[in-house]
Each structure stands twice: as structure tokens, then as C-alpha cells.
């Protein structure tokens, strides 16, 4: 019968690529672990007075970066709209 070579070579090929698997898998970096260490980091309390601040500080630059994208959008429409009537 014909095909046992390639056979063969897609059975290796499978083989090898589940080898390659489980070293990277020893290999990567994670965030998660499952050790009981406790972290380095002592991060301070945030106030309620401290996140109502931040939360409207980041919706008005929100708010300000939406306008600020609406306002070049409509620019660029309106370019492109005058060049399409220019060539025409």
C-alpha cells in the first residue's frame, strides 16, 4: 500500500509539535500563579471622595476626546465630499 511514508511523517510531525507544546507551556510568564505569597505591593485605600473625583475626571476627557474625534471625522467627510465634486 501506498502512503505509509507520509504517514509516517504526519505521525512525527504530530509528535514533535506536542513535544514543542509542553515546553512552551514550562517556558511562559503569568501573572497567576498558585503560590500563597503575599504580594509586594501595598496599595493605598481609595475614598469614596478620591473615586467619585477620578471617574468624572476620566468621563470629562472622555466626553472631550469623543467630540474632539466627531469634529475630525466630519472635517475629513467634508474634504473628501469637495474633493469628489472637484473631480466630477
Excluded at 504580594?39 to 470629562?60: G, Q, V
Aim: aromatic share 6%; net charge positive.
Amino acid at each position: 500500500m501506498g502512503g505509509e511514508g507520509s504517514m509516517m511523517a504526519a505521525s512525527q510531525s504530530l509528535k514533535s509539535n506536542r513535544n514543542m507544546l509542553a515546553k512552551r507551556k514550562e517556558k511562559s510568564f503569568s501573572f497567576v500563579s498558585n503560590s500563597t505569597e503575599k504580594t509586594e505591593y501595598n496599595l493605598p485605600k481609595a475614598s469614596e471622595k478620591d473615586i467619585a473625583f477620578l471617574r468624572n475626571k476620566f468621563k470629562k476627557e472622555h466626553k472631550l476626546r469623543r467630540s474632539k474625534q466627531i469634529i475630525l471625522l466630519i472635517i475629513s467627510l467634508v474634504a473628501m465630499i469637495f474633493l469628489l465634486i472637484c473631480l466630477v
